[in-house]
């Protein structure tokens, strides 16, 4: 994982992480119409600034970085997890010199409410956890997003704060290893 400010660094990608019902793995070529269809959804775009034009993500090829996971249920991309550096310059830190982790998550609408991304994101965490111990890993999230503030009760993230970024208000939160990642697979 790499970015801005203080950037601890693990090998990546890990060995697929296996949860009860999902697999965390970096992506593959497989996964190319799963993500197209992803970010292309009005749905999934309400809360990341809008759907992005099919015609465009077709003729991207999505990479395999460092902190993404590709959450696969049977087989299939049903979503994915992120573990990036938050930029110093974004508004929203837990240490003076920012850069810490951020945990971003993004599922296929048809999934939703079935308790996937808490228990991707749990398993990511805990994942993160043993990797990098006693970092902190915050999360960032519309107050309007419901969901994804009931996802970030679920797992253990504490609020620090709320600014206004991309014209909205926006919710900030911490995890602390040992505050738990809670057993979120629900």
């Not at 119409?33 to 759907?51: N, Q, R, W, Y």
């Not at 049977?74 to 990036?84: E, F, Q, R, S």
């Not at 999360?139 to 600014?163: H, I, M, P, Q, S």
């Amino acid at each position: 994982m790499r970015g801005s400010g203080r950037a601890p660094s693990v090998a990546w990608p890990p060995a697929p992480i296996r949860t009860g019902r999902l697999v965390l793995r970096a992506s593959e070529a497989r996964d190319r119409g799963a993500f197209v269809d992803l970010f292309a959804s009005p749905e999934v775009g309400t809360h990341i600034g809008g759907p992005q034009p099919r015609d465009a993500l077709e003729r991207e090829v999505p990479g395999r970085r460092p902190g993404v996971f590709v959450a696969d249920l049977d087989g299939a991309m049903i979503g994915m997890v992120t573990l990036d550096r938050r930029a110093p310059e974004r508004p929203g830190h837990v240490r003076p010199e920012g850069g810490e982790t951020e945990l971003g998550c993004l599922f296929l609408p048809e999934v939703w409410g079935r308790g996937y991304a808490a228990e991707a994101c749990a398993a990511a965490l805990d994942w993160f956890a043993a990797a990098l111990p006693g970092e902190p890993v915050v999360l960032c999230t519309r107050t309007a997003n419901t969901r994804a503030l009931r996802l970030a009760e679920k797992l253990g993230f504490t609020e620090v704060g709320r600014f206004r970024e991309y014209g909205a208000e926006q919710w900030f939160g911490v995890w602390r290893p040992g505050g738990g990642s809670g057993a979120a697979a629900g």
